[in-house]
């Protein structure tokens, strides 16, 4: 059973750093494109930043020049480096992974529970 683990929310002032970590385990063949989303209270998720499975990256406008994704394919892991926080960035943020699991017959996409940032002004 693929599982994605999310970590590094809390709380932090503005101006302030996080960064999150999300794990993926399970019978995993392959792991195509990670990526970070995001949903504040009363509005629909939205994409943060995406990374494919040879680093081409891909962000949000609200994340240009703040966010930073990366990822470790030796480890099965996406992190989201996030800088000058803002509380307009105060959400709850969801791993995505699409990914081939052994006992399936092609990639689906997996979603992690979220961690919640929250941005204090």
């Known amino acids: 059973q693929v599982q994605l683990v999310e970590s590094g929310g809390g709380l932090v002032q503005a101006g302030g750093s996080l960064r999150l970590s999300c794990v993926v385990s399970?019978?995993?063949?392959?792991?195509?494109?990670m990526g970070w989303y995001r949903q504040a209270p009363g509005k629909q998720r939205e994409l943060v930043a995406t990374?494919?499975?040879?680093?081409?990256?891909n962000y949000a406008d609200s994340a240009k020049g703040r966010f930073t994704i990366s990822r470790d394919n030796a480890k099965n892991t996406v992190s989201l480096q996030m800088n000058g926080l803002k509380p307009e960035d105060t959400a709850t943020y969801y791993c995505?992974?699409?990914?081939?699991?052994?006992?399936?017959?092609?990639?689906?996409?997996?979603w992690g529970k979220g961690t919640l940032v929250t941005v204090s002004s």
């Open positions: 990374i494919t499975a040879a680093r081409s990256t």
């Open positions: 995505n992974a699409n990914l081939w699991e052994a006992t399936l017959p092609s990639r689906m996409n997996y």
């Open positions: 399970g019978s995993i063949l392959s792991i195509n494109t």
